[in-house]
C-alpha cells in the first residue's frame, strides 16, 4: 500500500515540474471538506498525493486563535525515527497571497516575508497547547515545535489548523535542549531551490506535505 503511495506521489511531482498542471486525480480523493477542522477554506486547490491540498484565509491584520482537532484524534507517524504528522488531522494548506507568479514579492522578495504574516506568539502557544492535545504529546513543550507543515517560506498559510502541528523533538534530541528539528533545514532548501526557479513554488508544496523526509530526494535537490 505505501509503495502504491509513493509510486502515485511520484507521479503527480513530475506532472507538477514537467507539465505544470493544476489537477491529478487518482480516483481515491479525499476532499478537504470532509477532513477539515475549520471551515472558511477556499475551493482553490492544488493537488495533494491524497487529494488538492486545501486553499487557507491567508495573512489576516488580526489572528485569532483557532478550534484544533479532537482531543487524541492525532496520531504521529514516524520514517526512520523522524516524526511525522498525521494527514488525516495535518493535510496542510496553503495561503492563497503566495502564487508563481509573485514570489519575488512574496517570498523571494529581499527583507523577508514571513514575519510580516506570522501570527503572534499570543495566539500560536494556545493553539499548541490544544493541539498537543490533539496529538496526545506529553513530552516537554519546550522541546517541541508548533510547526507549519508547508512552511511560511513555501507560501504555507499562516493560522490555518490544517497546516499546524506539534512536531516531537528529533530522535536523539537532548532533552531540555530547546527545538531544533531536521525538517527546518529542508524547508529553507526548497524556499531556496523555488526563489532559484529550480522546481515549482506547487511541487515544493506538494513534496513537503507527502513526506518531509523524502521532499528533497524526490525533488533531486539532495
Given at each position: ?112 516575508y514571513t514575519s510580516d504574516v506570522r501570527p503572534s506568539a499570543y495566539v500560536t502557544g494556545k493553539e499548541k497547547k ?93
Amino acid at each position: 500500500m505505501r509503495s502504491t503511495s509513493r509510486a502515485a506521489s511520484t507521479v503527480i511531482l513530475a506532472c507538477l515540474l514537467l507539465a505544470g498542471c493544476r489537477s491529478v486525480s487518482l480516483g481515491t480523493s479525499t476532499s478537504s471538506e470532509s477532513r477539515s477542522p475549520a471551515a472558511g477554506a477556499s475551493d482553490t486547490a492544488v493537488p495533494n498525493e491524497s487529494g488538492p491540498i486545501a486553499v487557507g484565509e491567508g495573512p489576516q491584520k488580526h489572528y485569532t486563535v483557532r478550534q484544533q482537532p479532537t482531543v487524541g484524534s492525532c496520531h504521529y507517524r514516524y520514517e526512520h525515527g523522524e516524526p511525522l504528522e498525521d494527514p488525516a488531522c495535518t493535510p496542510g494548506a496553503i495561503s492563497p497571497a503566495v502564487t508563481q507568479a509573485n514570489l519575488k514579492s512574496t517570498i523571494c522578495r529581499k527583507g523577508g516575508y514571513t514575519s510580516d504574516v506570522r501570527p503572534s506568539a499570543y495566539v500560536t502557544g494556545k493553539e499548541k497547547k490544544l493541539n498537543a492535545a490533539s496529538y496526545g504529546y506529553i513530552g516537554s513543550m519546550a522541546d517541541a515545535e508548533y510547526d507549519h507543515l508547508i512552511s511560511l517560506q513555501l507560501g504555507g498559510d499562516p493560522n490555518d489548523p490544517r497546516n499546524l502541528w506539534v512536531e516531537p523533538a528529533d530522535p536523539g534530541h537532548k532533552k531540555g535542549a530547546g527545538v531544533n528539528n531536521k525538517k527546518d533545514p529542508v524547508e529553507t532548501k526548497l524556499h531556496t531551490a523555488v526563489c532559484k526557479g529550480q522546481v515549482s513554488l506547487a511541487a515544493a508544496q506538494q513534496a513537503i506535505v507527502t513526506d518531509w523526509t523524502t521532499a528533497l530526494t524526490v525533488l533531486h535537490l539532495g
